[in-house]
């Protein structure tokens, strides 16, 4: 039931700023720019989180034929994402940070 939530709740659109041009994307979709973001200019941990779920999502295959990944690869990668808060002891409920 908690994938269901997290799923329904990143499908929710809201609105970013991308190089200087307002646009509305999906949750998921801000995640995965803000996580992208923060690893190009970030700490060295950030730098791994993101490697490491993009490694699981597939995105390094070198024998994918697109740039853009496919449902299954965007589906891995959430589900990544999803686990690891799941795991992560800051985002657990009745902790600080996980309400």
Not at 10 to 18: C, N, T
Not at 27 to 55: E, H, M, S, V
């Amino acid at each position: 039931m908690m994938n269901e939530l997290l799923i329904a709740v990143a499908s929710e659109p809201i609105k970013v700023r991308i190089n200087g041009e307002e646009r509305e994307v999906s949750k998921r979709a801000a995640i995965a720019i803000a996580l992208i973001n923060d690893a190009l200019t970030g700490t060295p941990a950030q730098r791994t989180r993101a490697f490491q779920a993009l490694d699981k999502a597939g995105a390094f295959n070198v024998l994918s034929s697109s740039v853009i990944p496919s449902d299954e690869a965007r589906r891995r990668f959430l589900q990544a994402l999803a686990d690891e808060f799941q795991e992560n002891e800051e985002f657990r409920p009745g902790s600080p940070n996980g309400g």
